[in-house]
């Protein structure tokens, strides 16, 4: 039996990484994203927009107590969640594509993971200095007043991030300036509390603490993207033809047969995850394209071609190593697979848009009423019962005139008026019980079962509706 020390070990202790601050287009681009995707999360429940006295004016709202989802001009329903499983769909296949085309574009860029451990060491390099001064902070074994202060000062910059990102979530599910005073006035419902609560804890957590490890240990996307991925894929790459053998380039010990690698470990020093791009393809790898500022600086430096690192497939690399020039990049784009996922992108998409453009501002729904399917009057009349629900759209009451298409024999009542006109609330719904009678001896009192149609008429728009359903009659003996 082997000693204890000899067991293979599945999970490694974190070292931390201290990326280096680096300067170049792809670390200006993903500050740009930054900036912009903080923004959008942050200042989207602020937005105002109007759509009435009697709806809510957020621009973006989910209103869990009424069951809508409110986006700008659009308003979506309980029973229309086939607009969010749409847009769930298009999210995946456009993953799905950007990974075919880009690689891991998505981790590197806008993966909120990606974007918060991004804040949170840009905090920590203002705190507490760059990647060496880090590195000095952290193996300092006294914990004396300045390491004290620095830890103190980031971790509470960190507890204010965090309380921000869990305080703009739930401002996505209640008015916001309303819910921002009844936070501070400590009168907001504790589920408020604890929903902050919570995503403070796990902002702090995977931001500052766990960092890359969400992303090699806790996602799946790197064990997926495999699948999605080929020798076409643009993705970060080392040109090891190029770069190997690496050495210092130092004059009179043979510089002129080393490659243009000069194994400086900028590369890796600037690495969010800690991995060496020159090993090759690795599952941890998020294609951030830091390391490639880092090489390209350092190549300009010693004045040698930029590009050692850079966006690249498989298929070029063994291209440029044959001495055969790289195919072009809309090549590598379009080509079956991302066609395919583009195409069958574009068809939700296409779907959705129609289906929001051509759906009715009135609606209904019908339900018989099962116990029993139908009574008998005295005079023999048999009277079939529907709850018959009324959906009105609008931002202001309407009359709902309701009406069936049937044999004449049959008649139509409306519970607690003569008239069959039902006032329907602005953007709310109303259940309206329905009679619907046969005299005797007729048809639909000899059948089991008559097909009929219901109408709803709204009297201002002349819109209309309907829903078929039967009218159960005795039936033959």
């Known amino acids: 039996m082997s000693s204890g020390s000899d067991t293979p070990q599945l999970y490694a202790a974190r070292e931390p990484i201290f990326p280096r601050r680096v300067k170049g287009k792809f670390r200006n681009l993903k500050w740009i994203i930054m900036a912009v995707t903080l923004g959008i999360y942050y200042l ?101 007043f300045r390491k004290w202060r620095l830890r103190i000062t980031k971790w509470i910059t960190w507890v204010l991030i965090a309380v921000a990102t869990g305080g703009a979530w739930v401002f996505y599910f209640a008015d916001a300036p309303t819910l921002l005073v009844n936070l501070v006035t400590l009168n907001a419902h504790p589920v408020a509390y604890t929903t902050i609560a919570i995503l403070t804890a796990t902002t702090f957590v995977f931001g500052g603490l766990m960092r890359e490890q969400v992303c090699i240990y806790m996602c799946p996307w790197p064990r997926i993207q495999a699948a999605m991925m080929d020798e076409d894929t643009i993705t970060v790459g080392y040109r090891d033809w190029r770069g190997e053998p690496r050495g210092k380039h130092r004059k009179g010990e043979g510089a002129e047969n080393l490659g243009d690698c000069i194994d400086c470990m900028a590369c890796v020093n600037v690495c969010p995850v800690g991995i060496d791009i020159r090993d090759g393809q690795q599952m941890e790898c998020i294609t951030c394209a830091l390391c490639i500022d880092a090489c390209d600086d350092v190549m300009e430096r010693i004045g040698k071609p930029r590009g050692l690192v850079d966006y690249l497939s498989l298929a070029d690399e063994q291209a440029e190593r044959e001495g055969q020039a790289a195919k072009p990049i809309w090549r590598h784009v379009l080509r079956p697979r991302t066609i395919l996922y583009t195409s069958l992108w574009s068809i939700v998409g296409i779907a959705l848009v129609f289906a929001l453009f051509l759906r009715s501002e009135i609606d209904m729904t019908v339900s018989p009423v099962r116990n029993p399917t139908f009574v008998t009057l005295s005079d023999g009349t048999i009277r079939n019962i529907y709850d018959v629900r009324l959906r009105n759209k609008h931002g202001e009451a309407r009359e709902f005139r309701m009406s069936l298409t049937s044999p004449d024999v049959l008649r139509i009542q409306l519970e607690g008026t003569e008239r069959l006109v039902v006032t329907v609330p602005p953007d709310s719904t109303t259940l309206q019980r329905v009679y619907i009678s046969a005299r005797p001896g007729s048809a639909p009192v000899a059948s089991d079962r008559t097909e009929l149609r219901l109408w709803v008429e709204d009297l201002a728009s002349t819109d209309r509706a309907y829903r078929d359903t039967v009218f159960n009659g005795k039936g033959t003996p």
């Open 44 to 144: 989207t429940p602020w937005i105002r927009w109007d759509r009435g006295a009697y709806l809510p004016d957020q621009a973006v709202l989910v209103d869990l107590a009424n069951r809508r989802f409110f986006f700008f001009m659009i308003e979506i329903w309980p029973h229309e969640f086939y607009f969010i499983a749409g847009l769930l769909i298009m999210a995946g296949l456009g993953l799905f594509l950007f990974t075919s085309a880009l690689g891991r574009v998505w981790c590197g860029y806008t993966c909120p993971q990606t974007v918060w451990t991004d804040l949170f060491i840009l905090v920590e390099r203002w705190i507490e200095g760059d990647r060496n001064a880090r590195l000095r902070l952290h193996r300092q074994k006294k914990w004396d």
